[in-house]
T-cell receptor, first 113, second 112 residues
Framework: GQQVMQIPQYQHVQEGEDFTTYCNSSTTLSNIQWYKQRPGGHPVFLIQLVKSGEVKKQKRLTFQFGEAKKNSSLHITATQTTDVGTYFCAGRAGGTSYGKLTFGQGTILTVHP | DADVTQTPRNRITKTGKRIMLECSQTKGHDRMYWYRQDPGLGLRLIYYSFDVKDINKGEISDGYSVSRQAQAKFSLSLESAIPNQTALYFC???????????FGPGTRLLVL
């Protein structure tokens, strides 16, 4: 079945440093979503990417979807302590917009002040 | 989101016991999902339902069953709990057109 791998599993940064997490799918995706889970909280939707090569920005966050629609990345510029949490990618299988999401393992981000 | 609620929020049970986790939503969404979260494994889909008459197994459905009592309610049952079912369980909903998933606050389950 479809697999979505996410790296790294953990990332520790000093406040102000940049952070990137990568997501790779074993199959072509119709779209990919990103979620953030604060410590003790539940996953919250951040963004959805649909088009090949798409790049979207939300303030300090930049999301990319690969040309082959099999990989994606989330980059945070100048991290802040409010960025701590676990970031998940979630891919929806190609060929249908009604398929279920497959989540990556998540990247746990710690930001040291 | 407060629109998706889960009960109980925490539960301790013993091996072999039957337990039900409940999920309710006021978002009016047709689609509902049950996930479990384990450290290092992310969110894994247990069951999902695209409408009241539709129930589908996810990637890890063994040992679990579900009931979709109404559009707004989706329950997850562990017929005979075992320790490796200790995990954080999330319910989620989505609108078929928007595809964003909205998660409940989670139920932390400990099976002794």
């Amino acid at each position: 079945g479809q697999q979505v791998m996410q790296i790294p599993q953990y990332q520790h940064v000093q406040e102000g440093e940049d952070f990137t997490t990568y997501c790779n799918s074993s199959t072509t995706l119709s779209n990919i979503q990103w979620y953030k889970q604060r410590p003790g909280g539940h996953p919250v939707f951040l963004i959805q990417l649909v088009k090949s090569g798409e790049v979207k920005k939300q303030k300090r966050l930049t999301f990319q979807f690969g040309e082959a629609k099999k990989n994606s990345s989330l980059h945070i510029t100048a991290t802040q302590t409010t960025d701590v949490g676990t970031y998940f990618c979630a891919g929806r299988a190609g060929g249908t917009s009604y398929g279920k999401l497959t989540f990556g393992q998540g990247t746990i981000l710690t930001v040291h002040p | 989101d407060a629109d998706v609620t889960q009960t109980p929020r925490n539960r301790i049970t013993k091996t072999g016991k039957r337990i039900m986790l409940e999920c309710s939503q006021t978002k009016g969404h047709d689609r509902m999902y049950w996930y479990r979260q384990d450290p290092g494994l992310g969110l894994r889909l247990i069951y999902y339902s695209f409408d009241v008459k539709d129930i589908n197994k996810g990637e890890i459905s063994d040992g679990y069953s579900v009931s979709r009592q109404a559009q707004a309610k989706f329950s997850l049952s562990l017929e005979s709990a075992i320790p490796n079912q200790t995990a954080l369980y999330f319910c989620a909903t989505s609108d078929g057109s928007e595809e964003t998933q909205y998660f409940g606050p989670g139920t932390r389950l400990l099976v002794l």
